[in-house]
Every structure is written in structure tokens, then in C-alpha cells.
């Protein structure tokens, strides 16, 4: 479908640029009618010509608009084909920006940056798409969420045309939307802006236009008396006005000046929403948040916007310099505050909405473009995580190699043991970002998969930091402290630990790791943790049945090392640093 779209737009975006050439071919005959015209003293036919280049124009300037929608579709395809074909990671939008400090596993499972889950999820035209999205990844939500988005990503994915209207409309950058000074800003007090004068200032502001007209006139010469008096007279008269309300009209005008590009964006997208018929209870609701009494949210908003643009042409020399005479600060403090009035209130029910609609429509994409992924099962018998050929959905799918996984009754913990780079962190970052995908209503990269609700806690990219003066050691143990706080909580924590304490000697490591793996399953929690160290793997003989060994193999043939990727149970039987250093020439 992708493939036949593209060409289709392809197609379309010739014809268009064919017929923009014709009219520009067209415009430049009118130019040389009308100076021929000139030339032979027809100025009738000048006028014509003069009217024709102006229609003429409009009509290139529709057409221009239909070359960049047909541009913004083709790269749309283009960039959905190299999705498909795993050649993603660094052309979308990596969203570092969402990631709060310290967090329990963003870092640890890639879900922010380059190559990472966001980037390839991610569709929003909005920030306040962006940050909905963001926000699912990074807290799990309720049982009663996640069947309602389920619901609603199903019932988006094969909506293609809505999807792609919501990528190509508008001009410009996107993701500018100011979501929350926007709310904040249709919610805020009203200023009091003497109601009662209105009438007044409207007659005021007719004056001050037939008195720019004055000053016009007496600039370019006009002899006519009492001129300058009459248009210096209005002039003090508007100016005490204005100073006198001056604070006011800045508290209102600076809510609203340089928003009018965010504001267009959100009518456009508003209007394309309106347009669509949902049938989903959740859809339907958040369809619902858009309906008002009188004009539609995308008309008001479209208002809005028109207001804010005129607001943003204070800074123009003529306006600076009549505005005062027409009070048009005013009148525009005013017209902001009326709407306001009227819809303020609303605006972030529709932003709220918009988010919504862009981060459902980001995990509807995703769906369609994989629709081999399935969506979990859950259950509240818990804690569980049971998954048959669960493989990472950021490798391509020719490499990625897929395992089962039994977390729950009877087994807690799975102690993984393996050589250098046979797999143990990939498994990990494999079952940890699979349970962010099932629990933010997403489908997942699995034959099948039965979860229940569980909070995250991962120690896989632990750093040390000079900022913070601390060891990798020190940040270890801090974010397995922070782990073991969440697993006091209600919700059971699915804990992914790599190389459990590597950063001090066997002895302590060993007490440390046991004393930690015990206490995280005594308070329900469920995971993994790998090991070099094999003096670790009898661990398990502490918890009896609720751990387990498991481990990854390596084969060295004709001197290259060899993995399967696939997890075996028991311990591992060697390792393969030696061979390694040995390999890349060093003399072991």
C-alpha cells in the first residue's frame, strides 16, 4: 500500500508541477502583452493584463501549496518504506526532551534518542502529541487504559488517509505547539478592560481612522485647514487612553503574541479530527471533547488565530505608528479577551484531545507497518510475564532472534550467565521494552504474550558521573535502592539487572547480590539479572524454585566467535574473554 500511494503521489506532484509551469509560462505572456500594450498606448488592455497577473498569480500561488503537500506526502512514504526496511533510526524525532532525571528504565531500555523506541514510534505533528506519547512510555498504564487504547489503535490502524493528513498538513516545522501556555493562557483571569466604555472607543477608534487619513493626507501635501489640529486633537485624546490602560492591554496582548504558527497548526489538525467518524468508545469520547456550542473548535480556533496574527503586527512600522490613533492595541485587547471569554475554558479539552488522538495514531502506525506484532493478554493474577518468540522491535527482523519467556509461578528470577556479547543485555532490553509497548496499549514484538500489570525498574546503562562525583559502582547501588523502593509499592516491579554489583570484589558481590535478589523477590517482584561472575549463578540454590539459571552459548570457529542468541537453561560452561582478546591480537 505504501509502495502504490508513493507512486500515486509522485505522479500527482508532476502533474501539479507541469501545470505550474504552464501558468508561470502564461504570467510571463501577460507581462509581455501588457508591455506591448504600453507600448502601443492600449491602456485598457494594461488594466486587463494587470488583472489577469493577479489571477493568474493566485492560481500559481494554489498550485505552489499543492507542490508542498504532494512533497510532505512523498517524504511521508519515503520515510514509512525505510521504517519497514529498518533504515529508520536518525530520521525521526528522538525526544530526549520528555526524559525526567534519574528515571527507573527510559535510559536503560533505549526508549528515548537515536534509534530508540520513540523515534520509531513516534508520528505526532504536535509537542503535545509528542509528550502524550512520551508520557505512555514512561508510566504503565491501568488495566481499563490499556484495553480502551487497544481498542482504539485497532480501529486507527488501517485509517491510512487520516494518518497522512495528519502528517502533511500546515506549513512550516512541526511539533511547535505550545500546549500548556496555551491552556494556561485561555484559563487565566480576565483583565478588567472598561466593559462599560466599549461603545465609546469604538467611536473613538472611527475618529482615529478618518484622522490617520488626516495625517496622511497633511504628509503628502493637503492644504486644507484645521487639519493638523484635527488629527493632533484625536491623537492626545486615543494616546491618554491607551497609557491609560497600557498595563492592562500588555497582560492580555503577551499571552497571545508569537503563538499565531502554533495556533495555525492546531486548526488544521482540529479541522481534519472533526472530519473523521470514530466508532471505538474512547475515540468517540475524545471526539467528543471537540463538540461546543455555536462554531466548531477549528473555526474558533482559526479565530484565535487571526486575532494572534494581528497581534504579532504590532512590531510594524505603520501600525506603530497610526495604532495609537484607531486604539488598535485596544480593540485587539479586547477582541482576545471575548474569545477568551467564549472558549478559553475549552482549550485544554481540545489540546488534551489532539495529544490523545496524535499518540494513538503513533501506536496505530506502528501497528500497521508490523502487523505480524500482536497485542498482549493480561491478567491480574500476578506477577507474570509469559511470552512465546518475544524478540526486540528495534532490530530488524531478519536479525533479531526470538526466545520464550516464563516469568511468575514458580519462577521470580532468572540468573543469566554467558560469555561477552552472546545476548544477556539484548534479553533484558528485549522483555523490558516489550512490557513499555504492552502496558502504553502498543502491540508487541511476540507470537504471543500474557502480562500483568508491572512497574519497571532496570540497571543496564548505569554511568558513572563526574557532575555528580559519584562511581558507576555508587550509581549502581543507588538505582538498585531506588528499585527496591518500587518494589515496596502496590504494583509488582519486573527488575532487569545487568551485571549485578561488577563493580566490587567477588566476597561483597555475592553477599550484596543475594541479599538484594531476595528482597526483591519477598516484595513480588519478577526479573532477571546476568552475571560473569559464576560464583553468582548459586544464588539460585538460596531461593529454591523461585530462581532459576539460565544462560547464553558461544561457538569459536576458524577463530571467529559464533552466537546463537538463544537462552539455554543452567549455567554456562565457559567463557570466551581469552578467545576474544586473542582474536582482536592480543598476547594472552
Known amino acids: 500500500m505504501y509502495e502504490e500511494r508513493l507512486e500515486q503521489r509522485r505522479r500527482s506532484w508532476k502533474e501539479a508541477d507541469d501545470q505550474a509551469a504552464r501558468f508561470g509560462n502564461l504570467r510571463l505572456l501577460i507581462v509581455v502583452a501588457a508591455l506591448l500594450a504600453g507600448w502601443y498606448g492600449q491602456w485598457w488592455v494594461v488594466g486587463g493584463c494587470a488583472l489577469l497577473f493577479v489571477v493568474v498569480g493566485i492560481r500559481i500561488q494554489a498550485i505552489a501549496d499543492r507542490l508542498e503537500r504532494f512533497k510532505r506526502a512523498i517524504a511521508y512514504y519515503e520515510q514509512a518504506l525505510d521504517r519497514i526496511q529498518g533504515n529508520w533510526a536518525g530520521r525521526g524525532t528522538t525526544g530526549e526532551a520528555h526524559v525526567p532525571a534519574e528515571h527507573l528504565f527510559a535510559n536503560d531500555l533505549d526508549l528515548f534518542g537515536r534509534a530508540s523506541l520513540f523515534e520509531l514510534l ?11 506519547l512520551a508520557g505512555w512510555l514512561l508510566a504503565p498504564a491501568d488495566l481499563n487504559t490499556i484495553a ?20 502533511v498538513i500546515g506549513a ?3 511539533r511547535q505547539l505550545r500546549a500548556t501556555l496555551l491552556a494556561d493562557w485561555g484559563e487565566a483571569a480576565f483583565t478588567k478592560l472598561a466593559e462599560a466604555s466599549r461603545p465609546l472607543y469604538r467611536f473613538l477608534g472611527l475618529l482615529g481612522a478618518t484622522g490617520a487619513l488626516a495625517l496622511i493626507a497633511d504628509v503628502l501635501g493637503a492644504e486644507l485647514p484645521y487639519l493638523r489640529i484635527y488629527y493632533l486633537s484625536i491623537a492626545i485624546v486615543s494616546g491618554s487612553i491607551v497609557w491609560r490602560y497600557r498595563f492592562e492591554i500588555h497582560h492580555v496582548l503577551e499571552g497571545a503574541e508569537g503563538a499565531a504558527h502554533e495556533v495555525a497548526l492546531l486548526s488544521a489538525v482540529l479541522a481534519r479530527i472533526e472530519a473523521e467518524q470514530f466508532q471505538c468508545a474512547r475515540l468517540v469520547a475524545l471526539r467528543a471533547q ?34 495609537p490613533l484607531v486604539l488598535y492595541d485596544l480593540h485587539l485587547a479586547f477582541a482576545l479577551e471575548d474569545w477568551r471569554k467564549q472558549s478559553g475554558t475549552a482549550m485544554r ?7 490523545e488522538i496524535e499518540a494513538l495514531s503513533s501506536l496505530a502506525n506502528y501497528q500497521y507497518e508490523n502487523p ?7 491478567t491480574t493474577e500476578g506477577p507474570t510475564f509469559i511470552a512465546t518468540e518475544l524478540t526486540h522491535p528495534l532490530m530488524p527482523r531478519a536479525q533479531a532472534v526470538s526466545n520464550d519467556i516464563a516469568l511468575g509461578h514458580p519462577t521470580r528470577v532468572f540468573v543469566v550467565s554467558g560469555s561477552n556479547m552472546s545476548g544477556k543485555s539484548t534479553l533484558m532490553r528485549t522483555v523490558g521494552i516489550n512490557a513499555v509497548l504492552a502496558q502504553a496499549g502498543a502491540p508487541v514484538r511476540a507470537r504471543s504474550l500474557k502480562i500483568s500489570p508491572l512497574a519497571l525498574g532496570a540497571s543496564i546503562s548505569t554511568h558513572d558521573s563526574l557532575q555528580g562525583n559519584t562511581s558507576r559502582f555508587y550509581a549502581e547501588i543507588l538505582r538498585l535502592r531506588d528499585i527496591m523502593q518500587k518494589a515496596a509499592g502496590d504494583t509488582p516491579v519486573l527488575f532487569l539487572i545487568d551485571e549485578v554489583l561488577s563493580g566490587t570484589n567477588s566476597h561483597d558481590r555475592r553477599i550484596g547480590a543475594a541479599a538484594i535478589l531476595k528482597g526483591l523477590v519477598e516484595r513480588g517482584s519478577v526479573g532477571f539479572t546476568s ?5 553468582l549463578t548459586h544464588i539460585v540454590e538460596d531461593l529454591g524454585p523461585r530462581a532459576a539459571n539460565v544462560h547464553f552459548e558461544d561457538q569459536l570457529i576458524d577463530g571467529t566467535m559464533r552466537f546463537d542468541y538463544k537462552m539455554q537453561p543452567g549455567v554456562v560452561t565457559h567463557s570466551n574473554a581469552i578467545a576474544l582478546m586473542r582474536a582482536v591480537g592480543i598476547e594472552v
Open 122 to 132: 513516534c508520528q505526532a505533528r504536535t509537542r503535545l502529541g509528542e509528550s502524550t
Open 148 to 167: 480502551a487504547r487497544q481498542e482504539a489503535v485497532r480501529e486507527l490502524s488501517p485509517k491510512l488517509d487520516l494518518r497522512e493528513d495528519l502528517a
Open 172 to 174: 512550516g516545522n512541526k
Open 290 to 323: 471537540l463538540d461546543v456550542d455555536g462554531l466548531p473548535p477549528s473555526k474558533r480556533i482559526a479565530q484565535l488565530r487571526r486575532w494572534m496574527e494581528l497581534a504579532d503586527s504590532r512590531d510594524h512600522f505603520l501600525v506603530r505608528l497610526l495604532g
Open 349 to 355: 479539552r481540545w489540546l488534551d484531545a489532539v495529544g
Open 372 to 378: 505480524t506484532d500482536v497485542f498482549p493478554e493480561f
Open 531 to 535: 552475571t560473569h561472575d559464576l560464583a
